[in-house]
């Protein structure tokens, strides 16, 4: 399976990036490909609301930055991974802007093979999980009807063992 892992997380070293590690360990070991992009470390606009991409766009995004990497993965992957730490009770602003661009590929209609989403999340506190679940529902599960593989926060227990258990099993 092709998976595509975005980490929201700026901490290169951080609990995002455990969690990342641990799912990355178990999915290579069943022989899956998995691309990781840092979105912290790429030059990523946020979405100008232009209507370009559903225009003349014909689904391409006007604006030409380090998203066209996503764009390029987004094509081949049949799984998603949104990783993050929680800012404000929802996922990194990076990440947000990536989200946000997937518009143009993913809105009305989902243009890819993606068809299972899982959520990595770490917080300093097990409260303030609910904006980015609610996010992660409405928009991934809910309106493109993914597949739901999981959420997981670095409040439950055995969190990497969980993922690492996780990635083995696709």
């Known amino acids: 399976m092709n998976i595509l892992v975005l980490n929201g997380s700026p901490r290169p070293q951080g609990n995002t990036k455990h969690m990342i590690d641990a799912f ?5 070991s069943s022989e899956n490909k998995v691309d990781v992009v840092d979105v912290c470390r790429k030059k990523i606009n ?10 003349e ?26 990783a993050s730490p929680i800012y404000y009770h929802g996922i990194s602003g990076q990440l947000k802007c990536v989200i946000d661009r997937f518009y143009s590929n993913l809105y009305p209609n989902n243009k890819t093979n993606i ?16 904006g ?28 990497l063992e969980n993922i690492r258990k996780l990635g083995e099993r696709l």
Not at 119 to 130: C, D, H, K, V
């Open 24 to 28: 990355c360990k178990g999915a290579l």
């Open 46 to 55: 946020g979405c100008l609301a232009c209507e370009y991409c559903h225009t």
């Open 57 to 82: 766009g014909n689904g391409a995004c006007v604006q030409k930055d380090d998203m066209q990497e996503i764009y390029e993965l987004l094509k081949n992957a049949e799984m998603l991974v949104i």
């Open 115 to 130: 068809r299972k989403i899982a959520m990595f999340l770490a917080s300093g506190s097990p409260n303030q999980y609910e």
């Open 132 to 159: 980015a679940k609610f996010s992660y529902e409405g928009d991934f599960t809910g309106y493109l009807g993914l597949e739901d593989i999981g959420i997981y926060t670095n409040y439950d227990k055995n969190v």
